[in-house]
């Protein structure tokens, strides 16, 4: 036998070795992969989706859905979380699914606002930008909503834009129908809800 020939056989068989201890050390790998724990969502847990209805997330009507009449015309805001029509699992579990709705006349809405509106009730996310505290206040005077923690100002009827205050950008819209009477979500935010990394304020953070 030639050297070069014992030589070609030699890297053949150390490369076929090479492969299997590869396969191997990979089969092995997998049980621990597979051990690894799985995030698991609690339905109470899970974002707003399309079809949700919309509970009252506060005051002596707290869990009952909401309907149009609920909300009078100009204001102030309702506070909400949406709930699963078909398990009734009501999504309070997570901060960020806190919205507001009130109801405003169509003609103040801007082009953007209406999109996302239904028949002028609007949706937003209830979670102050600024350091995540409940937007829950109504300036009734300056038709804005008020963060009561640090007088953050939105105004609702051009999405929700700061006009006063620390926040570093407006509350995300939830798109909304209506389908017998009662506001429904139509959709996903429009951008992520409550304080996005990178923006926060020093000073620690706010609690509903």
Not at 56 to 61: I, L, N, P, Q, S
Request: glycine share 12%.
């Amino acid at each position: 036998m030639s050297k070069k020939t014992d030589t070609t056989r030699r890297a053949i068989v150390g490369a076929t070795l090479g492969v299997g201890l590869g396969i191997g050390s990979l089969s092995l790998l997998a049980p621990v992969i597979s051990l690894r724990p799985k995030k698991v969502v609690n339905p109470e847990d899970e974002p707003p989706k399309e079809g949700d209805l919309l509970v009252f997330a506060t005051g002596d009507k707290t869990g009952q859905e909401i309907t149009i009449d609920d909300l009078p015309l100009g204001g102030p805001e309702v506070l909400a979380y949406p709930k699963d029509p078909q398990s009734g699992v009501v999504k309070s579990g997570e901060k960020n699914n806190l919205v507001l709705l009130i109801r405003l006349d169509p003609a103040e809405l801007s082009e953007e606002v209406k999109q996302y509106a239904a028949d002028g009730t609007v949706c937003y996310s209830a979670i102050c930008t600024h350091l995540g505290c409940a937007v829950g206040e109504w300036d009734a005077q300056r038709g804005l909503l008020l963060c009561p923690c640090h007088k953050g100002l939105f105004d609702p009827r051009k999405g929700a834009e700061v006009v006063g205050g620390p926040p570093p950008r407006p509350l995300p819209t939830l798109p909304i129908k209506l389908e017998n009477g009662k506001p429904v979500v139509a959709g996903g935010f429009t951008s992520p809800p409550g304080v996005l990394a990178g923006t926060e304020a020093a000073g620690g953070s706010c609690t509903i």
